[in-house]
Each structure stands twice: as C-alpha cells, then as structure tokens.
C-alpha cells in the first residue's frame, strides 16, 4: 500500500497526549530546580512496558542516560516509569553524579511502588552541577500521576517556549491503537540524534526488539534530519514504550499492519520534530528542505541535513534574502554524490537555478513568500537518481546569541 494511502488511515487527535494511550497516566511538579517553573516529572505505565530507546551520540553522556541504558538492559527492554528532570543535567559530574542518577531512579521506584530497573532516569539543563538532591526527594515524594500530561510537557522544558506533543489513532487488527509523544528541545540541536529528549507512548501490542527496529529507523528519519545550531548535547534521548493494552496481535515486520504501524509511529515523530526546530532558539521561521533526485534516501537526507544546518542559509532566510548560492554552496559541500551541472533549486515556488544555471526570479516575490509563510520550504532536485530526503531547521537570529550569551547568568 503507498504511503499516502496509509496515511489516510491515521487519524490525529487535536489535543491528544501521551495519556490518551491505554495505560499511561503522567505528572509534573515544581521541586527548585528551577525558581518558578515545573522542573520534575513522571510518565508511569499500568503494566511493565516493551521499550526501546535511541541516545545522542555525543561520546560524552550525562549519568541518567547511562543509567537508563544500563536498566533497560538488565530489564530485558522492560519499562514501567520514567522520572525526568529540567534545570540541571546531571551530566560531567564524575561518581557523585552517577550516585545521584542511580538515588533519583532508586526513589522513583519505592514511590510508584515498581521494581528498580523499572525505572528510566533522565535530566536536561545546565551541565557540570551537581543534582541538589534533598529538593529531588522532596519532589519525587510529591508527584502523583493524574489523567493529563501538561504538567509533565511542561515539566521537562528548558528554553523552550511551547510545549510539544502528538497523538495519532490508527486500526491494527481491527483494534484501535493509538501512538503518541512528547518532547523538549530548542537550542544545543544538531544529528545525530537530535539534541532534546522525546518519549512516546503507544498500546499496541509489540515487543521490544520490534519497537527498537520503529524506534531506530523513525529516529533515523526524522530526529536526526533536525538542527538548530550544529550542537549535540550530552543528555539527549529519545524512549518509546508500548503497554500492549490494545489487545492487537503483536506486531513484528511480518505482521500485514506493520507498516501502517510505522507510518504512524513516523508521523508522531515528524511533528515533534518540526516543532522542536520550530521553537529553535530565537527562530522566527521553520526551514524544510526537500531534497529529490539523488543516488539514495540516505544521501538525500545527508544533503539536507547539510543544507538546513548552513549558518549562511539559516541567516539568509532570517533576513529574508533569496541567496540560493548559499544553499548551491551548501550542497556541493555535502560530501554526497552529485553532478555538479544538472541541479535546480527553487524557494517556494519560486525557481532560482534550473541546471546549475540561474534563472530570473522576483527578488520581491521571494521576499514576500519569506515574511508570509512560518515555514520556508527549499527544494533540491539533484536529477542525479531517485532518491528522496527531508531535513527541518530554522532561522538564525540575533536572539539566539543573546539567549545562549546568558544561559547560566
């Protein structure tokens, strides 16, 4: 069945949350991490969850990600919780901080009454300070789970200025199944993974080695196409759990609804992903870049990647400048496969190079488009194959400099 077609089948929930899903319920709270917002929060499935998880591929990893990975492989890909925390990343914090990574897991467990390994551990904020972890107890004996998952969204927000989250409804052996997620990220973005921390919830029956191949391969596409700034954290992951509540028959790559599966599962992802680089730091506009005609997938997505992650694009978009040298720069750069002579390239639908060669344009029209529309879109046609990617960034502002200019201060 073509993917448009699948898509059809997915239904989004406007206002849908990671507790829309059979099993999850979730919660947020303020423990003085930070000096007025939520900062503690916790997603608590009703029964031991399948799970998999992607992690930033920065060689540097803070101690709850370590952590986390370490549980998840004593637990046979096995969650029930995951407590997070904003305001302090737990991470370059030596034995001390792996200590505190290991108490925050240890209380989160006696609290929600579940076995210890259970328990996925992750934090976000400023690195190389120590977890002031009297507050932590404190706002870990605090949190009960309700039926909403706002105060959770917002519990695990650093900069950002908006919550984020997705739900999608689709039919898998005539069962409803529902997928869903929430993430943070907004500056410190850039492959591979994504810099942010991204949970998603689903009651389809599946086991874990099969919600990794979906986890890995949905990461692949649209997490690592995401940049705002060429930064790749120390804290960042993304983990997916699946409560099996659903009552579908388990899905593996051989199940016929596999695919509609994944769709949908992609599709949660990519929204998330476009909102994380929607709210980059400062930006003012969402960049996608629509890259067609290379040698494969992979190479397209390399060459947007490489295109969205330019600083030059990126400030010429904010200042609304139709410079596709910047972008024709970019792509030669790619270390990709490409014949040089026989690339087109347009901004909306505005065509500025046909054949690697310029083609006239209305620079006011362009214009126009760019304070018009909130996503900018760039199309790539590389006439070099048939394969096919998109990579989503955003604009690079003088705000930007100013937000990271004071991030501790």
């Known amino acids: 069945m073509a993917v448009n077609q699948l898509m059809s089948e997915i ?14 319920k979730a919660a947020g709270v303020h423990c003085g ?13 009703e029964v031991p969850a399948s799970a998999a998880a992607v992690y930033t591929m920065n060689q540097i990893k803070a101690a709850p990600l370590l952590i986390t990975k370490e549980s998840l492989s004593a637990s ?12 302090n990343a737990n991470a370059c914090t030596g034995q001390q901080g792996m200590q505190d990574a290991l108490e925050m897991q240890k209380q989160a467990a006696n609290h929600f009454q579940i076995q210890q390994d259970y328990v996925a551990v992750t934090s976000t904020g400023v690195i190389g300070e120590l977890l002031p972890m009297e507050k932590l107890r404190n706002g870990i004996s605090k949190l009960s789970v309700e039926s909403t998952s706002d105060a959770f969204a917002e519990a695990i927000l650093t900069t950002d200025t908006c919550t984020k989250e997705v739900c999608v409804e689709l039919m898998i052996n005539n069962k409803k199944v529902k997928i869903a997620g929430v993430a943070k990220g907004s500056g410190m973005i850039h492959p591979n993974m994504a810099t942010m921390l991204g949970f ?23 997490f690592n196409r995401i940049t705002v700034d060429g930064d790749t954290s120390t804290n960042d992951m993304v983990i997916a759990m699946a409560s099996g509540l659903a009552d579908n028959e388990k899905l593996t790559d051989a199940h016929p609804d596999w695919q509609i599966f994944y769709e949908g599962f992609k599709h949660c ?9 929607r709210d980059g730091e400062g930006a003012t506009k969402l960049i996608e870049v629509q890259v067609d005609g290379a040698v494969n997938d992979t190479e397209a997505g390399k060459i947007a990647k490489t295109v969205v992650g330019s600083d030059l694009v990126k400030t010429a978009i904010y200042g609304k400048d139709a410079n596709w040298g910047r972008i024709i720069c970019a792509i030669g750069y790619s270390e990709c496969s490409i014949n040089p002579q026989a690339i087109d390239i347009s901004i909306g639908n505005h065509q500025t190079l046909k054949n690697s060669s310029p083609v006239s344009f209305s620079e006011e029209a362009i214009t126009a488009y760019m304070n018009q529309e909130e996503t900018i879109v760039i199309h790539v046609q590389l006439n070099n194959g048939h394969g096919t990617g998109k990579a989503w960034g955003c604009d690079l502002t003088y705000d930007y400099v100013r937000i990271n ?5």
Do not use: H, P, W
């Open 76 to 87: 046979a890909g096995k969650l029930q919780a995951i407590v997070v925390n904003s305001g």
């Open 200 to 222: 998603i919830t689903t009651d389809a029956a599946i086991e874990s080695s099969a919600l990794q191949q979906i986890l890995a391969k949905a990461t692949d596409e649209t």
């Open 11 to 24: 239904k989004t929930i406007n206002g849908g949350t990671i507790t829309d899903v059979k099993g999850f």
């Open 269 to 277: 992802a990519v929204a998330l992903a476009k909102m994380i680089a």
């Open 405 to 409: 200019a004071g991030y501790r201060t």
């Open 33 to 45: 991490l930070k000096r007025k917002r939520l900062d503690l929060g916790a997603i608590v499935c």
